[in-house]
């Protein structure tokens, strides 16, 4: 096992690698540079700027350069930012996106998961079609519709919520984003457990179970529980970048300090380290969490251990 | 074959919920393509006697009108226009590229096949999103660089599908007795292969233009896609978030018909799912 993911490690690294050569590349080719603005500046500043940043170099010496910083874990300096690296605005940024993404992913499984068993277990009653309406129309409606019709909702018409702001530590001001960011997975997983819930509860070491005289409690628990995981599981890496996905605009509606609007601004504003940083951090949480999910396949479901 | 189709017609039938979203479907791409008709006011023209005035079938502004003084009810069907156009073509192009690439893959096995699903397992690990994003933003705003960028991420699920459903095909006799009498690989993929899986492949198209249709109007939201002054269900929506506290029918016009295309087309999607008996994936 631990070789197996040894291995899947070191099969990360070209991934990674290609991705890091596609983001330098396109972004290069890309008509326009970091320093244009409405007013073009005199030449000779511009090009004491492009050399301060290397940019005069050829474009082959340039990217040795960026990946031999890189190999470091020094992303170099924004180009938009000023007077901050590209590490800085991560570092500052970073905790926000993820403490948004983790609840919402806590709140997706947690609710999602018990809300598939309770419709599989009352298959085809009032109260399965229930459940599954609500999981279409949570995986139908769009993450940027939800925000603001929750916060016109709860903010504006309710007044319970704040609609818009961040305070370190406040749960009030993540409640709306995190609840319109878990709802498209959450709604997924409680289908997804249905279906595979069904089909465990068909099987034959189900039927024994039932015949020993187990209570339904835990049959579910001890034995149906952990085999009709196995797609979930599966489902974990499309629900994060799902999550990720639905951060870039949750933030920027609920004006969170977070860092889903680099990835936008910094490829308008050509800022190509922020952008190559931002498309490393989000493929890296990716490609690990394809590797929690294999480690996890392999607790659920002993078949597939190699 | 057309006993089974009339008996997966009956079972569609019989789940209202399928029903009720064809027909809103129909009605709302009625309205989107007879909407110009049925209401005297442009798209783009500015009503500076009416700026930022509430929905109301008395007036001239059926659905209100935005803070320019623009018609929300034409804007909005424009904006429904250009997302059902998107969501077609863009799951027309991922058909026919999945199609052709999965069938190609499942019908050659061993070596070509291995190799093509290496490339699909390496293009869907990548976060093909983030690519989406760098290359409408480097390439300009273009719309059709829109449809051909969705296209390129649909099309991987699709292959998938198809592949899977090719291999199990390949070993039946009717291919078999195909290959005996002479036909070419690409005669029996045309003939034999797609016909024999083109349930789940209705089926998946069926649940991608939902999907398609969403991720366009992402991308309007961000400012990526459809550009002013031309209107996307997207495009109206940013705007009508920001107009919320004052004029929340700018967001709950354009909010509203998304959400219903969406939750049509994933209903509509299922219901054909479930009548023609094809397994989640």
């Known amino acids: 096992m631990f070789r197996y993911f040894l291995s899947r490690l070191t099969g990360a690294i070209p991934t990674l690698f290609i991705i890091v050569t596609a983001t330098f590349f396109l972004m290069r080719a890309a ?14 500043i511009m090009a004491n700027l492009e050399s301060a940043y290397g940019l005069d170099r050829p474009i082959w010496t340039q990217f040795g350069r960026y990946l031999g910083a890189l190999a470091h874990g020094d992303f170099g300096p924004s180009f938009k930012y000023k007077d901050f690296t590209v590490t800085e605005l991560i570092r500052q940024g970073f905790p926000v996106t993820l403490e948004l993404g983790l609840i919402a992913l806590s709140l997706a499984l947690s609710i999602g998961i018990p809300a598939g068993i309770f419709a599989a277990l009352h298959h085809n009653s009032a109260a399965d079609y229930a459940t599954m309406s609500l999981a279409v129309l949570g995986l139908a409606i769009p993450t940027f519709v939800v925000l603001p019709f929750l916060g016109l909702l709860f903010g504006i018409y309710l007044h319970w919520l704040p609609i818009a702001g961040w305070e370190p530590g406040s749960i009030r001001h993540l409640a709306l984003p995190t609840v319109a960011l878990a709802l498209p997975p959450l709604a997924y997983i409680a289908r997804l457990t249905r279906g595979s819930m069904l089909e465990v509860l068909r099987s034959e070491f189900i039927r024994t ?8 409690r835990t049959v579910i628990l001890r034995h149906a529980l952990r085999p009709a995981l196995v797609p979930v599981a599966s489902y974990l890496v499309p629900a994060v970048a799902s999550i990720m996905t639905g951060s870039l605009v949750v933030e920027s509606i609920a004006g969170l300090p977070g860092i889903g609007r680099y990835l936008v601004q910094g490829a308008l504003n050509r800022d190509y380290t922020l952008v190559l940083g931002m498309v490393i951090i989000y493929s890296t949480l990716l490609i690990g969490m394809g590797l929690l999910v294999d480690l996890l396949y392999a607790w659920l479901d002993p078949r597939v251990r190699p | 074959m057309s006993g089974l189709n009339k008996a997966a017609a009956r079972r569609l039938r019989s789940n209202p919920a399928a029903v009720f979203a064809l027909y809103a479907m129909l009605a709302l791409a009625a309205l989107a393509l007879l909407g110009p008709w049925l209401n005297p006011n442009s798209i783009e023209a500015l009503d500076w006697l009416h700026v930022a005035t509430r ?3 008395q007036g001239a502004h059926w659905f209100g009108t935005d803070r ?18 998107v969501g077609l073509v863009a799951s027309v192009v991922s058909l026919v590229v999945g199609l052709s690439f999965g069938a190609i893959a499942g019908y050659r096995g061993g070596r070509i096949d291995h190799l093509m699903l290496r490339m699909i397992e390496i293009l869907s690990g990548l976060p093909l999103i983030f690519f989406v994003i760098v290359l409408t933003v480097v ?7 829109l449809f051909v960028s969705i296209g390129a991420v649909g099309w991987l699920t699709m292959a998938r ?8 095909i390949r070993r039946r006799e009717y291919i078999e007795a195909a290959v005996a009498s002479g036909a070419s690989a690409s005669r029996i993929i045309v003939k034999h292969v797609i016909p024999n ?13 939902p999907q398609i249709i969403l991720f366009e109007s992402f991308l309007s939201f961000l400012g990526l896609g ?26 709950l016009v354009p909010g509203g018909v998304l959400a219903l295309l969406l939750l049509c087309l994933n209903l509509f999607g299922d219901g054909l799912r479930d009548a023609l008996d094809v397994k989640e994936s």
Request: net charge negative; aromatic share 8%.
């Open chain 2, 139 to 145: 390439f300009g705003r273009n719309e059709y660089l």
């Open chain 1, 209 to 216: 179970a039932f015949a020993k005289g187990l209570p339904l």
């Open chain 2, 55 to 57: 929905p109301g079938l």
């Open chain 2, 161 to 168: 599908i198809v592949r899977g459903q090719t291999l199990s």
């Open chain 2, 197 to 209: 899986l083109i349930g789940p492949v209705i089926v998946y198209a069926t649940l991608s233009v």
């Open chain 1, 31 to 44: 008509p326009g540079g970091p320093f244009d603005q409405e007013q073009a500046l005199p030449p000779e």
């Open chain 2, 68 to 85: 320019l003084g623009r018609d929300l009810f034409m804007r909005t069907l424009a904006g429904a226009r250009v997302s059902i156009g």
């Open chain 2, 226 to 251: 459809v550009q002013e002054p031309h209107a996307s269900l997207g495009t109206l929506i940013a705007e009508g978030a920001g107009e919320m506290e004052s004029a929340p029918w700018i967001l």
